[in-house]
């Protein structure tokens, strides 16, 4: 079992800047497949922006405001995210592929007020 835990989401105007962490219990150096999404009220779950096999993607509404990295020293995924808006008000969780198996965290609510 691997657990996931988000951390670093507030509330914050429009402007100002975030970094998300999504720490797992275990390595992720054998991981291939991570990213974040976000679901606000009312509206489905999207992606964010996701990393596969090397490739970096990003959602259009966030490209060039958000940056997706990886530590693996501290198992750690992040998302910088400048220059809010509040339409990027949501609930933000990542996912992590172990082997074929997608794990969630519980996410953490990102509020940004105009």
């Known amino acids: 079992q691997v657990q996931l835990v988000e951390s670093g989401g507030g509330v914050v105007q429009a402007g100002e800047s975030l970094r998300l962490s999504c720490a797992a219990s275990?390595?992720?150096?054998?991981?291939?497949?991570m990213g974040w999404y976000r679901q606000a009220p009312g509206k489905q779950r999207e992606l964010v922006a996701n990393?596969?096999?090397?490739?970096?993607n990003y959602a259009e509404s966030v490209r060039g405001r958000f940056t997706i990295s990886r530590d693996n020293a501290k198992n750690t995924v992040f998302l910088q995210m400048n220059s809010l808006k509040p339409e990027d008000t949501a609930v933000y969780s990542c996912?992590?592929?172990?082997?074929?198996?997608?794990?969630w965290g519980a996410g953490t609510l990102v509020t940004v007020s105009s």
């Open positions: 996912k992590v592929n172990f082997y074929g198996m997608d794990y």
């Open positions: 275990r390595t992720i150096v054998s991981s291939n497949i």
């Open positions: 990393m596969r096999w090397g490739s970096i």
